[in-house]
């Protein structure tokens, strides 16, 4: 190894994706409170349990949850839109693809909900997080101005969804 190379050394544990219960929500408002600057009260997740795509990931034998994720579809101009609202992984847990899993899952989801379209918003700045939805197909379609409480805009990304695969 070279002087002053970093080399990340992790333990493959098993991912596994499930929708979030009502005892994953004090774990899931953790990682939000860790992850972003205008964390969502928990009250928020409440409304969205049972919904196919609020889903967590857990690790390991005791299922820790290392992050989450919360989309819904709903209709717009008579076809069905999805929505990621939001996703976060323990800053312990990233780098090891659990967003990307919790992406595609969710992706899944939506498209077993026979939608169409897939958007999302996200911070201008947030590069790891603009690479990961490139990645997953999505493309820039507008800016919402001055989006967030500290005045950063957001980027609105879309994907085009093909939910026959599911039929």
Same mark, same amino acid.
């Given at each position: ?6 080399? !990340? @050394?992790?333990? !493959? ?8 219960? &009502?005892?994953?929500? %004090? ?7 860790? =992850?972003? $600057? ?5 009250? !928020? *997740?409440?409304? *969205? ?15 820790? /949850? ?7 579809? +709903? ?8 929505? @990621? ?18 992406? #595609? &899952? ?10 169409? &379209?897939?958007? %999302? #918003?996200?911070?201008? =700045?947030?590069?790891?997080? %603009? ?7 999505? @493309?820039?379609? =507008?800016? !919402?101005?001055?989006?967030? $409480?500290?005045? #950063?805009?957001?980027? /609105? ?9 599911? +039929?």
């Amino acid at each position: 190894m070279g002087r002053g190379r970093i080399v !990340a @050394v992790t333990t !493959a544990r098993p991912v596994r994706t499930r929708e979030t219960v &009502r005892a994953d929500l %004090l774990a899931v408002f953790r990682i939000e409170k860790a =992850s972003f $600057a205008q964390p969502w009260p928990y009250r !928020a *997740f409440e409304r *969205f349990l049972g919904i196919p795509g609020f889903l967590v990931a857990d690790i390991g034998d005791r299922g820790e /949850v290392a992050g989450y994720v919360v989309a819904d579809s +709903e209709r717009h101009r008579g076809r069905s839109l999805g929505h @990621v609202k939001d996703i976060a992984v323990a800053p312990t847990h990233r780098g090891r693809g659990i967003g990307a899993t919790l992406l #595609e &899952r969710a992706i899944d989801a939506m498209r077993r909900q026979r939608v169409g &379209r897939v958007k %999302l #918003e996200v911070r201008e =700045s947030n590069d790891p997080a %603009l690479a990961l939805y490139r990645q997953y197909g999505f @493309v820039h379609r =507008s800016t !919402a101005r001055r989006y967030y $409480a500290d005045g #950063e805009d957001a980027l /609105v990304l879309v994907r085009e969804l093909d939910y026959r695969e599911f +039929e």
